[in-house]
């Protein structure tokens, strides 16, 4: 099974200022034939299902502000919020999907300092 | 638009059994595969199987094996998944998601709160 990653386990940043995201996974999620990264990021709030972000690694999800970035190939990836709001206060989680057997990091919570 | 809605809230005592619906609407059922992830209170996501529910083919985390039944109806578009043998540990919300084309989840039910208790 892959094994995912994350630093840090929690951040805090001022309003307006950038968050990054790590997520590493323990063997490639880049698919040769294809050249994509069966990665993607999910944001999570309290009492709220995951809400899909990026796939691809860096393919924002329709309805996504492009305040949120993603960026990494192979092993290694980030997720970049430009100028932080308020409402970006969440769990932020990374997934490969490059196995069946599907597998999340364990996530990084992002706070307003 | 696409809707996952599960059924309520669970108690359920240590030895006993769960089984926790996910009802689908706004695309084809039977086009998209289903996962089931849990999330125990405070904690992160665990991947627990996938369901096709074409043909009802399933895989499951080898954690879970023998524990875990995943099943479908065409009939209503929605699917099911089973957890015997409960123990305390197995609390927690209870997500389905919907797999797109690319194998990521891009909607996801409400989720299922199951709380093992005796």
């Known amino acids: 099974d892959i094994v995912m990653t994350q630093s840090p386990d929690s951040l805090a940043v001022s309003l307006g200022e950038r968050a990054t995201i790590n997520c590493k996974s323990s063997?490639?999620?880049?698919?040769?034939?294809?050249?994509?990264?069966?990665l993607g990021w999910y944001q999570q709030k309290p009492g709220q299902p995951p809400k899909l972000l990026i796939y691809?690694?860096?393919t924002r999800e329709s309805g996504v502000p492009d305040r949120f970035s993603g960026s990494g190939s192979g092993t290694d990836f980030t997720l970049t919020i430009s100028s932080l709001q308020a409402e970006d206060v969440a769990v932020y989680f990374c997934q490969q999907y490059y196995t069946t057997s599907r597998s999340f990091g364990p996530g990084t919570k992002v706070e307003i300092k | 638009q696409v809707q996952l809605v599960q059924s309520g809230a669970e108690v359920k005592k240590p030895g006993a059994s769960v089984k926790v619906s996910c009802k689908a609407s706004g695309y084809t059922f039977t086009s998209f595969h289903v996962h089931w992830v849990r999330q125990a209170p405070g904690q992160g996501l665990e991947w627990m199987g996938i369901i096709n529910p074409s043909g009802g083919s399933t895989t499951y985390t080898q954690k879970l094996q023998g524990r875990v039944t995943m099943t479908r109806d065409t009939s209503t578009s929605t699917v099911y998944m089973e957890l015997s043998s409960l123990r305390s540990e197995d609390t927690a919300v209870y997500y389905c998601a919907r797999n797109k084309e690319g194998g990521w989840f891009d909607s996801w039910g409400q989720g299922t709160l199951v709380t093992v208790s005796s």
């Open positions: 063997q490639s999620v880049l698919y040769s034939p294809n050249n994509k990264n069966y």
């Open positions: 691809w690694a860096s």
